[in-house]
């Protein structure tokens, strides 16, 4: 995906504040941090969404999941974390890169939905 912006982060052609990668996914520290942890966790091949996934990518989803506590950790969010991915128009997804928050530190991260 040529013009994704997560997609040129995965190439390194916008700098990005790595915390994790391997394979088959990325870690970085959010542009705007909303809690004093919040990296973003995306799979670097391109999709979309979590709401158009194909079966092919079970395993890098199961690779996020897996790996979201040992990254939050290490970012220093010690006793728990939240993981949030934005799912298109309805989940209020900005960037059509799947990616998942984690979000934390300290303190608690408060209600999960504010009305
Ligand atoms: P969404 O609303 O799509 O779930 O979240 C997109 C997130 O990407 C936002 O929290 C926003 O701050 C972050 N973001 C947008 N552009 C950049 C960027 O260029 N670099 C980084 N590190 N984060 C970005
Ligand atoms: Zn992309």
Same mark, same amino acid.
């Given at each position: $995906?040529? %013009?994704?912006?997560?997609?040129?982060? @995965?190439?390194?052609?916008?700098?990005?504040?790595?915390?994790?990668? %391997?394979? =088959?996914?990325?870690?970085?520290?959010?542009?705007?941090?909303?809690? #004093?942890?919040?990296? &973003?966790?995306? #799979?670097?091949?391109? $999709?979309?969404?979590?709401?158009?996934?194909?079966? =092919? %990518?079970?395993?890098?989803? !199961?690779?996020?999941?897996?790996? +979201?506590?040992?990254? +939050?950790? +290490? =970012? !220093?969010?010690? =006793? /728990?974390?939240? &993981?949030?991915?934005?799912? !298109?128009?309805? /989940? /209020?997804?900005? @960037? %059509?890169? &799947?990616? +998942?928050?984690?979000? !934390? /530190?300290?303190?608690?991260?408060?209600? $999960?939905?504010?009305?």
């Amino acid at each position: $995906m040529q %013009d994704c912006l997560f997609c040129k982060i @995965v190439r390194g052609e916008i700098p990005c504040s790595k915390v994790y990668e %391997d394979d =088959e996914i990325l870690a970085f520290r959010d542009i705007h941090p909303q809690r #004093p942890v919040h990296v &973003l966790v995306v #799979p670097k091949k391109h $999709m979309t969404s979590l709401a158009s996934v194909a079966p =092919e %990518d079970t395993a890098v989803l !199961g690779r996020i999941l897996q790996k +979201a506590g040992e990254i +939050a950790r +290490a =970012e !220093g969010s010690v =006793e /728990g974390f939240r &993981l949030i991915i934005n799912s !298109g128009r309805i /989940g /209020g997804q900005e @960037v %059509d890169h &799947l990616h +998942a928050h984690i979000v !934390g /530190g300290p303190n608690p991260v408060g209600p $999960m939905l504010q009305h």
